[in-house]
């Protein structure tokens, strides 16, 4: 008898964290680094390999699958309020907690220093790229939405929301042309993506192996930075609990009040997996076909809606990372000493969830992101180098938060069509 994958993952998360340790206890980083690790990046670039055609197969069949486009309108309208509403919600909640725990008065200006020249030149990389962005205009994200060439957009993980805009626009189309003339394409899709979901059961059955060499690189990697995480635990411990309290407290609440016909304990147990599966490979995108499944399986919500929504949710829905950049933002500005004033902290709110929707569902993805934000409100894009050292694990949690906020919305409005 098997193990179901959760198990697996678990397993695979223990024995990894044990050979990290002891990896680190006989001096054999370099060992792990070139023999074990990679075996984990080769499982990240195999989701990365599927992420762009599982999206775009399984958004144009949701869509194609309403049959009606006043009924895609409907439904569309619906799921855009409900995840600006949860971006704003979790985005305002991280400022919240900042302010109220204040993690930034907590770190020792020697470490803050020694941080900034660790990570000095990833820094300026990353400024560079915010400015650039700021230089282009205020309506430099249409640019970031529609592609000039969609070839091009889909040979990037990063260019999603291109991908998802064309895959929108081309479903459309087809709605809007007559039904026996486009059967035909429908039928290809529904192949295709018959296809791409047994590829994406092959690569999820090495995911044991994957998160093994993932969580032995992680504890290498971090075996250095005692001091840091010591420094900056508060920082962290804030971040922890935002993203707990949303995950396990405020979706449940949203669950038992506006999606009845779905029981808590139900959510939550068929949310598991994905949940350890989002964590360990901090990916949006790559636990995409495990969330599918764990709510079309588990929480019996239809295809029609799982398919639609799901896959925008991925690039647009990010609560855990808008908290998470809301309390960064908070804690940067507190340890370089600059009070925010209220103004401020309302387009920190703004700029935090304009910026959560353009966040790439990759691992990283953050990064320039987060940089841009900080120079758009007048906050020196090197604060990033205090918070870049502890970001993965914190990175894995909050992905959990955005692949559950995912199942949350297309529970809610699945429950609740008319």
């Known amino acids: 008898m098997s193990l179901p994958l959760y198990v697996q993952i678990v397993l695979g998360m223990v024995l990894g964290v044990a050979v990290g340790i002891i990896a680190v206890a006989v001096d054999a980083g370099k060992f792990v680094s070139d023999w074990i690790v990679p075996w984990g990046q080769t499982f990240i670039r195999?989701?990365?390999?599927?992420?762009?055609?599982?999206?775009?197969?399984?958004?144009?069949?949701?869509?194609?699958?309403?049959?009606?486009?006043?009924?895609?309108?409907?439904?569309?309208?619906?799921?855009?309020?409900?995840?600006?509403?949860?971006?704003?919600?979790?985005?305002?909640?991280?400022?919240?907690?900042?302010?109220?725990?204040?993690?930034?008065?907590?770190?020792?200006?020697?470490?803050v220093e020694d941080i900034q020249k660790q990570y000095q030149v990833n820094i300026e990389e990353k400024a560079l790229a915010a400015e650039q962005n700021i230089e282009q205009g205020p309506l430099?994200?249409?640019?970031?939405?529609?592609?000039?060439?969609?070839?091009?957009?889909?040979?990037?993980?990063?260019?999603?929301?291109?991908?998802?805009?064309?895959?929108?626009?081309?479903?459309?189309?087809?709605?809007?042309?007559?039904?026996?003339?486009?059967?035909?394409?429908?039928?290809?899709?529904?192949?295709?993506?018959?296809?791409?979901?047994?590829?994406?059961?092959?690569?999820i059955k090495t995911t044991p192996v994957g998160v093994v060499a993932l969580m032995a690189g992680l504890i290498v990697d971090f075996k250095g930075d005692v001091s840091m995480f010591s420094a900056l635990g508060v920082y962290a411990l804030t971040v922890i609990i935002g993203l707990l309290v949303i995950m396990y407290v405020i979706y449940p609440f949203v669950i038992h009040f506006f999606a009845r016909k779905t029981k808590v304990s139900r959510f939550l147990r068929a949310l598991y997996p994905v949940q350890l599966f989002a964590f360990t490979t901090s990916s949006s995108a790559a636990t995409l076909p495990v969330t599918m499944k764990a709510v079309t399986k588990d929480l019996e919500v239809s295809e029609e809606v799982a398919e639609f929504v799901l896959p925008i949710g991925v690039t647009v829905n990010m609560d855990g990372t808008a908290c998470y950049q809301a309390v960064a933002i908070v804690f940067i500005a507190q340890v370089l000493g600059i009070d925010l004033s209220l103004w401020q902290l309302v387009v920190v709110l703004f700029m935090t969830i304009l910026s959560s929707i353009g966040t790439p569902g990759i691992p990283g993805g953050t990064y320039v992101i987060l940089a841009m934000v900080l120079t758009s409100i007048g906050i020196p894009p090197e604060g990033l180098a205090l918070i870049i050292g502890i970001d993965r694990p914190l990175d894995m949690l909050r992905t959990s938060v955005n692949v559950t906020g995912d199942a949350m919305v297309a529970c809610m409005i699945d429950k609740n069509r008319d």
């Open 140 to 203: 430099n994200f249409l640019n970031d939405i529609v592609p000039n060439n969609i070839v091009s957009a889909a040979s990037s993980n990063a260019n999603v929301l291109q991908v998802i805009f064309f895959a929108v626009f081309f479903a459309m189309c087809i709605l809007l042309l007559p039904v026996d003339r486009m059967k035909p394409v429908v039928d290809w899709f529904d192949a295709v993506e018959k296809i791409i979901l047994k590829m994406v059961d092959f690569i």
């Open 46 to 111: 195999l989701l990365q390999l599927i992420a762009i055609p599982l999206i775009f197969v399984t958004l144009v069949k949701g869509i194609t699958g309403l049959k009606d486009i006043h009924k895609f309108s409907r439904l569309g309208g619906k799921m855009m309020m409900l995840y600006l509403l949860f971006i704003a919600m979790s985005a305002a909640f991280g400022i919240t907690l900042a302010v109220t725990i204040k993690p930034g008065s907590l770190v020792q200006q020697e470490i």
